[in-house]
């Protein structure tokens, strides 16, 4: 009997399957490759952080993850989420899965939301989007704001009147209300304070353990990936040099652009103090 043949012995968990998995994926414009990520695999409950300077691609790997990429771009390889082929699906496959399944939170939450729109109408736009209206849409926001310590007061205000931590809090709530099973995130909180960064990392991790939420989390930061994320990989000039476990890539790494990284991250008490 083959081992594909062999039950699971009584007791044992299965294995979850992967939320988004990637196969040799190369992104290439005019005939330049920007970016190869050979493999990755989100699980449920896990954040993988995709770490590197600007330009080496990450941002890239995660615009064709979501099936956001340039019309221009080649793209060769397997992406696979929620049973669909991202790099073959049609648009009305893509527009199913992404926000109920995937739901992408941007660098600047405030630049992001229609500056004309409150929050209210928004997020009962968005989910009537996705067929969800009426009392179910009322209790999933409701439900949603209170995941990210938000009030119902937020839903009658204009993104231009609230705080930068707070924008980011109401587009996690709203990947919350639409059922999201992974939220990829764009250096969600490089336009943030330091301790507005410490409650948008905490809220994220909140809905990990409560949720089971799977993050791909990009990020120039080490110091903060550090904090969150159950493997890191490293990208430089479109390529992985490096990945693993916090430990394996912060602490034990002899890659030199991995220690390069872990270098410039600044420290308090350094000798220009």
């Given amino acids: 009997m083959s081992t594909a043949d062999t039950p699971t012995p009584a007791g044992t968990p ?9 196969r040799d994926l190369t992104v290439s414009y005019r005939g330049r490759q920007v970016a190869s990520l050979p493999r990755l695999d989100v699980f449920p ?7 590197g300077e600007s330009g080496s691609g990450k941002t890239t790997s995660l615009l064709a993850i979501l099936g956001l990429l340039d019309p221009t771009a080649v793209t060769s390889g397997s992406i696979t989420s929620c049973g669909v ?6 648009r009305r496959e893509l527009r199913a899965i992404r926000g109920s399944r995937i739901a992408m939170i941007m660098q600047s939450p405030q630049a992001s939301f229609n500056p004309t729109t409150r929050f209210g109408t928004l997020m009962r736009r968005a989910l009537a989007l996705h067929g969800v ?5 009322r209790a999933r926001i409701t439900e949603a704001l209170r995941s990210v310590q938000l009030d119902d007061d937020m839903l009658r205000r204009y993104p231009h009147q609230v705080s930068g931590g707070q ?3 109401i587009a996690i709530a709203l990947a919350v209300a639409l059922g ?3 939220i990829a995130a764009d250096e969600p909180t490089s336009a943030l304070d330091v301790t507005v960064q410490a409650e948008v990392v905490a809220v994220l991790q909140q809905l990990r353990v409560a949720r089971g939420l799977g993050l791909l989390l990009v990020s120039h ?3 903060l990936v550090s904090t969150i994320a159950d493997r890191i990989v490293v990208m430089q000039a479109g390529r992985v040099v ?8 912060i602490i034990r790494s002899q890659v030199p652009y991995t220690r390069e990284l872990i270098a410039a991250v600044p420290t308090l008490g350094g000798a220009d103090d």
């Fill in 221 to 223: 930061d080490l110091a």
């Fill in 167 to 169: 924008a980011q809090r």
């Fill in 45 to 51: 409950g896990e954040c993988v952080a995709l770490v």
């Fill in 242 to 249: 490096d990945s693993g476990t916090p430990d394996d890539v």
């Fill in 14 to 22: 299965a294995t979850p399957s992967p939320l988004i998995e990637v």
């Fill in 85 to 90: 082929e991202i790099l073959r699906a049609t």
């Fill in 180 to 182: 999201a099973e992974v």
């Fill in 133 to 137: 209206r009426g009392q179910d849409s």
